[in-house]
């Protein structure tokens, strides 16, 4: 299984990646049904969680009912958990880059957000749009998530620089990436361009870079202030495992 995995991800574009998940979705959920893990977004359980990677793949990671990963159960438990996202009592203006699957359709049922979403190729967005060049005006967000992306980007410097632009003052956005913790600094080298070597030094095909513990740095530089949470730390061991999250994953919640 783990092989077949790791050939459709590698050989498949996201778009149709999509498109298929949609189909295969509900068949894995009954397939797999069981009560040794939980998925928090929907509260389904099952014997097992399906392998997930690029490269090196990891067990029982990614959800058979709505395919989420590790990252995305931290954030819904954050966003439930720590702040108003569900709950405002005022509209909040929110804006998602690429968004995910599991997400998408829950937050547009969301009566409290004005919800928007963008991205170049994903068939979701409903805003076509490079993230360093956006059609969006100033101050325009209350809320920003961009979970997975900047390490696609050449110039995340000026990727960053557009996230900031459109949130609101008083705003808060959280941007999520792959993130090597032991290393202190960033990695890139641009002459890297075969996607197999892609995906060996980055991690995946379209990665440009290895962010390390200096991500933060940067975020700040652009003038965010950011808050490194280790929610992972607030939640007990025994439901780190039964959710399948990641131990010690950094959410990068950035206040404007």
């Not at 805003?127 to 980007?153: G, M, Q, R, T, W």
């Not at 609101?168 to 990436?177: A, D, L, R």
């Not at 700040?220 to 061991?237: L, Q």
Request: proline fraction near 6%; glycine fraction near 4%.
């Amino acid at each position: 299984m783990k092989s077949l995995f790791k050939f459709v991800l590698n050989t498949i574009p996201r778009p149709i990646l999509i498109r298929l998940s949609i189909v295969v979705r509900p068949i894995l959920a009954i397939v797999l049904k069981g009560n040794r893990f939980t998925d928090p977004i929907d509260g389904k359980s099952f014997r097992m969680f399906l392998p997930y990677g690029y490269g090196n793949q990891r067990n029982n990671v990614l959800s058979p009912s709505t395919l989420s990963l590790e990252r995305h159960r931290l954030l819904w438990l954050y966003l439930q958990n720590e702040t108003d996202f569900f709950t405002s009592s005022t509209k909040k203006k929110v804006l998602h880059f690429a968004p995910e699957q599991e997400f998408y359709k829950r937050f547009k049922k969301q009566t409290n957000l004005e919800y928007t979403t963008t991205d170049l190729l994903s068939p979701l967005a409903d805003v076509k749009a490079d993230i360093c060049n956006l059609p969006f005006e100033d101050n325009s967000y209350d809320i920003i998530l961009c979970n997975h992306v900047l390490e696609h980007i050449p110039d995340d410097t000026k990727a960053m620089q557009e996230l900031y632009r459109v949130l609101k003052p008083g705003g808060w956005g959280i941007f999520q990436i792959p993130q090597d913790l032991n290393r202190a600094t960033t990695f890139t080298d641009d002459s890297i361009t075969d996607p197999k070597e892609r995906a060996k030094i980055f991690g995946q095909y379209d990665h440009v870079r290895v962010y390390g513990r200096d991500y933060f740095d940067k975020l700040r530089s652009i003038g965010f202030r950011v808050v490194e949470e280790d929610y992972t730390r607030k939640i007990s061991a025994e439901l780190v495992t039964k959710y399948c999250l990641a131990p010690g994953e950094i959410i990068p919640v950035c206040y404007k």
